[in-house]
């Protein structure tokens, strides 16, 4: 019969870790010699488990037990459930040994470098907590986020999937800033003195970029077919644009950047943007948090201060803009 909330208040944090433990040794036997019980006490569990959630978990066989339907689809919410509770046994610990609590940040490339040192010198002068930053993939970040290895995601929302359509139930969004791409090149490149560039040349030129999976390298892609150009192949291929701003700065080949970690390398003498207009939709950056965390103090103040950071970032370059220096 179908469970319900009273006949679930009586799961216990054992029973959760039985399934997973069920999945990944196959049977109840080796399930049981990891969780250092009997194998009696093991399926005595799972019949009370079955029990208590009104479906079937697993199928027996002599071969051992399989997963049903059921299971793979409260997999997920499980082992985000365990690794919270991994993390709160960690900050107990870090409390009892007079250390403060650990915000875990998974942030994307250009906002680390665009606005994260600020924000977190803002959240550590308002009295915030540890910070351990993770540098990945937008969906990488978002995958590990929503299995509770994470407490929030500074990115881009990652292509539409069937993954993220079902989670987005489980996620809140704050939009922190929205970023523009331009096109770039070392200071001593050709290009970099010349005037209306078209996309014909462009694409015969060589390329270094980020993965095809990158959503600055996408955007890109973008621009060339909404002028009626193949896109380039890039001659190197790189798993950051820090990488490929690095590699034009001594070099003849091209890239493609957020505009604002573009404009602090051009500052620097490192390397010029090129006055290409690409018309492409600007990528919204979010703060990105699971919504039962939403109560977390340490995330809101956290959020505060990366807010805070876009501001005074953006007067800046308004600043900036007035007085001459070169945005673009």
């Known amino acids: 019969m179908p469970h319900s909330p009273m006949a679930l208040s009586h799961l216990k944090f054992r029973h959760l870790l039985l399934i997973e433990s069920l999945i990944e040794q196959g049977t109840i036997h080796k399930a049981a010699r990891q969780l250092n019980i009997s194998q009696p006490a093991a399926t005595a569990m799972l019949n009370d488990l079955e029990a208590l959630v009104g479906v079937p978990l697993f199928v027996r066989s002599r071969q051992g037990v399989t997963p049903t339907g059921q299971t793979q689809a409260l997999l997920g919410r499980v082992r985000t459930i365990l690794n919270e509770f991994d993390e709160l046994s960690a900050v107990i610990g870090r409390v009892a040994a007079g250390r403060s609590a650990l915000l875990r940040v998974g942030v994307v490339p250009q906002a680390f470098i665009a606005y994260l040192p600020r924000a977190i010198d803002i959240f550590r002068q308002a009295g915030g907590c540890a910070i351990r930053t993770q540098e990945s993939t937008a969906r990488q970040l978002l995958d590990m986020l929503i299995a509770g290895e994470l407490d929030c995601v500074i990115g881009r929302l990652p292509n539409a999937s069937s993954a993220l359509a079902q989670a987005s139930s489980q996620l809140s969004f704050v939009n922190l800033y929205r970023e523009e791409i331009c096109i770039v090149v070392g200071p001593q490149n050709a290009a970099a003195s010349r005037r209306g560039i078209s996309y014909q040349d462009l694409a015969r030129c060589e390329w270094v970029m980020q993965r095809p999976d990158s959503a600055v390298r996408?955007?890109?892609?973008?621009?060339?077919?909404?002028?009626?150009?193949?896109?380039?192949?890039?001659?190197?291929?790189?798993?950051?644009?820090?990488?490929?701003?690095?590699?034009?700065?001594?070099?003849?080949?091209?890239?493609?950047?957020?505009?604002?970690?573009?404009?602090?390398?051009?500052?620097?003498?490192?390397?010029?943007?090129?006055?290409?207009?690409?018309?492409?939709?600007p990528m919204q950056v979010c703060l990105i948090r699971r919504k039962a965390s939403s109560r977390d103090p340490s995330l809101a103040l956290f959020e505060k201060a990366f807010l805070e950071s876009v501001s005074i970032g953006d007067e800046s370059a308004d600043h900036s803009a007035m007085q001459g220096t070169p945005q673009r």
């Open 218 to 281: 996408g955007a890109l892609a973008e621009a060339f077919l909404r002028h009626g150009v193949q896109p380039p192949e890039p001659v190197v291929e790189t798993s950051t644009y820090i990488q490929n701003l690095a590699i034009v700065a001594q070099s003849n080949l091209f890239t493609v950047a957020p505009r604002r970690a573009a404009a602090m390398h051009q500052e620097l003498g490192l390397v010029r943007i090129l006055d290409v207009p690409l018309d492409v939709v």
